[in-house]
């Protein structure tokens, strides 16, 4: 079971959230003039890196905030985690 | 040497240390005309096919570790076609004709049991659904047939119909569906590969992909440069990360999935039993052993140990489901990285990359495609175009919008 932290409610059990994926790029703003090939990207396409990981998680069963959350995919690592909007503490580069 | 009535019995008087090693340990040379990488069984009976099927001479397998050891050797075995569109019914069933003549084709044996596979609806929804299901498979001339809750229990006596949590409201039951021995697969397959002059290179991970004005010209691995302008990625859950090596991205995201064994028991357990609500399935190895599968987790991992809580899930709603299993004590835990795609569907045909093929996001459900997947890769990457059979499942799918959506009959993971 991971601890996942919450940077409100302090560190709590992984069941009381829910993932929701790879933070990625924000939506582009007017998609109409995109290409094909840059939708395609943006909608499916995912770097589903094997390292340092940036994702969004709801502690679904606590304060009910969305925040963000650094993890390394290959051993489960949490590296960091702040609300949405802060500015991200520095993370180990991949590979790393 | 083939495994004939008179070698077994000429073994068997000399204690059985005549035997050869069945795959040869290759050491991979400077060129090929067709490289695989990953020795999973979907890897290894691609080469095969290139050998036996198309004749293609310098075909080399690349596997960064043993072989089958990924999630070919970690599987729940299911094998079965009753998918819903009919893309995917064609692709599962020409995949499960081929399991019916496997060991005789590969002169090994795989312990294909075809014992008949039964999804249970707990819901209303779920009902509709799997019966959906069954009219689709039956339009598409696959056999899969709805059975009533006494109908279903009369198949698999073990099962409670009337549990207060998931009461069994029906069941879908594909009767040419089953098991089979994992290990064997990737075994036999790389034994017959071997045997047809296929290089099976273990411990030879692919580290870096070389490519030219949009051409593949070559691939470097642990073991030094190898030059070839056909290749295929058939490396399940590292897809994403070999894509990366090549220049491009895929839509797939690579989770945990887990399964147990308990301590064997004897046979006591007819067929394969799942549930899509509660991500739990069942079944009983030839050893006595019941093997049982979970859901993915719920983040994203390449750490191969999964998350308790997934497994307590599992585990409480086969306890519920099969009363007779509660005392039954669980031996082993483990967990295999599927790359999963949007629409639960594989991602197979040419990349971005000229000369650079895939073979992925088989996610949950690809054991079962093994053979069928190789059959069709391997006339791909013969003719230079995707098989008739996989036209649908290629990359571009996601930029047409023409996805093959079976988010429902892969819910549970199998
Ligand atoms: C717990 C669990 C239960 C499952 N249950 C079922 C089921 O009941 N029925 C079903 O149909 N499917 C099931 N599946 C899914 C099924 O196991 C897979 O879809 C299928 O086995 C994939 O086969 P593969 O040959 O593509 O992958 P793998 O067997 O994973 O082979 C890929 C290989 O690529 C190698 N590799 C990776 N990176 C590199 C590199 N850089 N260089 C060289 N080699 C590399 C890996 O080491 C690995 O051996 C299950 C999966 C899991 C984990
Ligand atoms: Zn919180």
């Given amino acids: 079971m991971l601890e996942i932290p919450c940077p409100w409610c302090g560190p709590r059990a992984e069941v ?5 994926g790879e933070s990625g790029p924000p939506r582009p703003a007017d998609p109409g003039s995109l290409d094909d090939a840059a939708w395609t990207a943006w909608l499916w396409n995912r770097t589903n890196r094997k390292g340092p990981h940036v994702e969004t998680w709801w502690h679904q ?10 993890r390394d995919t290959s051993d489960d690592r949490v590296l960091a985690s702040w609300p949405i909007g802060a ?10 | 040497m083939r495994f004939s009535l008179a070698n077994v019995l000429r073994q068997g008087f000399s204690g059985q ?54 999630n070919t050797g970690r599987n729940t075995t299911i094998c079965r076609s009753n998918y819903l569109r009919p893309e995917s019914i064609a692709l599962y069933d020409h995949a499960l004709r081929l399991w019916h003549g496997l060991s005789e084709e590969l002169d090994y044996n795989v312990m294909f049991s075809p014992r008949g596979v039964l999804m249970l609806a707990h819901t209303r929804h779920e009902a509709e659904v799997l019966e959906r299901h069954v009219h689709a498979d039956r339009l598409a001339g ?92 058939v490396a399940a859950g590292h897809s994403s990360v070999l894509a990366k090596m090549a220049g491009f991205e895929l839509p797939i995201v690579s989770y945990p999935l887990q399964a147990l064994v308990s301590e064997p028991l004897k046979p006591c357990f007819p067929c394969v039993a799942m549930s899509g609500t509660i991500h739990a399935y069942v079944s009983q190895s030839d050893k006595g052993e019941l093997v049982i599968g979970a859901g993915t987790d719920r983040y994203p991992s390449y750490g191969q140990k ?66 069928g997947s190789g059959h069709l890769t ?10 008739p059979l996989l036209v649908p499942f290629g990359l571009e799918r996601f930029s047409t919008g023409r996805l093959v959506d079976e988010a429902a009959a892969a819910a549970v993971e199998h």
């Avoid at chain 2, 695989?36 to 004749?55: C, D, I, K, P, S």
């Avoid at chain 2, 391997?378 to 098989?387: I, R, Y």
Wanted: proline share 8%; charged share 20%.
């Fill in chain 1, 61 to 70: 069963a606590g304060c009910g905030r969305w925040f963000l959350l650094a």
């Fill in chain 2, 17 to 70: 240390t005549g035997w050869p090693l069945q795959w040869r340990k290759a050491e991979p040379a400077r060129s090929y005309d067709v490289v695989v990488v990953g020795g999973g069984g979907h890897g290894l009976a691609t080469a095969y096919y290139l050998a036996r099927n198309h004749l293609v001479r310098r075909v080399a397998v690349l596997e960064k570790g043993p072989i089958g050891l990924g």
């Fill in chain 2, 378 to 387: 391997a006339w791909s990457l013969a003719h230079g175009k995707p098989h």
């Fill in chain 2, 142 to 233: 696959v056999d899969n047939e709805w059975l009533s809750p006494a109908q279903a229990k009369a198949f698999c006596p073990p099962l409670e119909i009337r549990s207060l949590r998931f009461p069994v409201l029906g069941a879908a039951l594909q009767r040419r569906g089953g098991t089979a021995r994992h290990d064997a697969v990737a075994w036999a397959y790389a034994r017959a590969a071997s045997a047809r002059g296929v290089d099976v290179c273990e411990g030879c991970e692919v580290t870096g992909i070389r490519v030219a004005g949009g051409r593949l010209v070559g691939l470097e691995t642990r073991k030094g440069p190898i030059a070839t302008e056909t290749a295929v990625l």
């Fill in chain 1, 87 to 96: 500015t991200p503490p520095p993370l180990p580069e991949e590979g790393a």
């Fill in chain 2, 306 to 371: 999964g998350s308790a809580p997934v497994i307590e899930d599992a585990v409480e709603a086969i306890a519920e489901l099969f009363p007779i299993f509660r005392r039954v004590r669980m031996l082993r835990q483990w967990a295999g990285i599927v790359d999963v795609t949007p629409d639960r569907s594989p991602i197979l045909g040419e990349s971005p990359v000229r000369g650079l093929w895939l073979n992925c996001g088989w996610g949950t459900g690809g054991f079962k495609a093994t053979p």
């Fill in chain 1, 16 to 20: 009381e959230f829910a993932c929701g």
